[in-house]
């Protein structure tokens, strides 16, 4: 465990999600590793491995981090709900995750090797912040309209998280993706996250008010 106060712990902790972050941007998954983080830091490389043991669990902090934010936004949506209108609500929700690039980055395209090469109890942190999404958007529901179901919410939820693995890929494409298409002959239409995100909540919304 390293050594120090738990405010510099956890700016030491931030100073190599950061790095990593501008990793993953530049240079995607592969890119990123433990050596080419502590270059750009003022941690050296052993000094890494007392705050993460792999690059993957470097890269599930940052995702946990975003992820964090993003419980934060929508649990200010909870308090907005009761009288808005479905496309309000379905607005409100997606301002969440138009800034959620590199979240929904990885959770669309590196979850699954981040949870196999993580400890299980960075991994449980981790889903302890996908509860408490859940609880948030629970609220938003029953805020938004009273009647609604438990099974209701459920089905929300469970849908609207699947729908979420899918969004980046149809919202950023690569330079040889679309050369690839243009080869093809298939067409582009290339939405935002915010229009992805809007009308998938407006049609998933269980609620008379959409009637």
């Not at 007392?50 to 934060?72: H, M, P, Q, S, V």
């Not at 309000?88 to 690039?101: C, D, R, V």
Request: with cysteine.
């Amino acid at each position: 465990m390293p050594k120090g106060s738990p405010e510099l712990t956890e700016k030491r902790k931030n100073e190599i999600l950061d790095a990593c972050e501008i990793i993953y941007r530049e240079q995607g998954f592969n890119g990123v590793n433990i050596k080419e983080i502590s270059t750009r830091i003022s941690l050296t490389r052993p000094a890494v491995y007392n705050y993460f043991e792999t690059k993957e669990e470097i890269l599930l902090g940052l995702l946990a981090r975003e992820y964090d934010g993003w419980c934060r936004d929508l649990e200010e949506v909870i308090s907005l709900a009761e009288n808005a209108s479905p496309s309000m609500l379905a607005a409100q929700i997606a301002h969440t995750l138009e800034e959620k690039e590199i979240f929904l980055r990885i959770l669309n395209m590196n979850l699954f090797e981040i949870e196999q090469n993580s400890r299980v109890e960075r991994l449980a942190d981790f889903k302890r912040l996908y509860g408490r999404a859940t609880e948030a958007l629970t609220e938003i529901l029953h805020t938004f309209e009273a009647e609604v179901t438990s099974s209701e919410c459920v089905e929300f939820c469970e849908t609207f998280f699947a729908f979420l693995f899918g969004v980046y890929p149809f919202t950023v494409h690569t330079e040889k993706q679309l050369a690839a298409m243009e080869l093809a002959g298939v067409s582009v239409h290339e939405p935002g996250i915010y229009e992805m995100v809007y009308r998938c909540v407006l049609r998933l919304l269980p609620t008379d008010k959409t009637k």
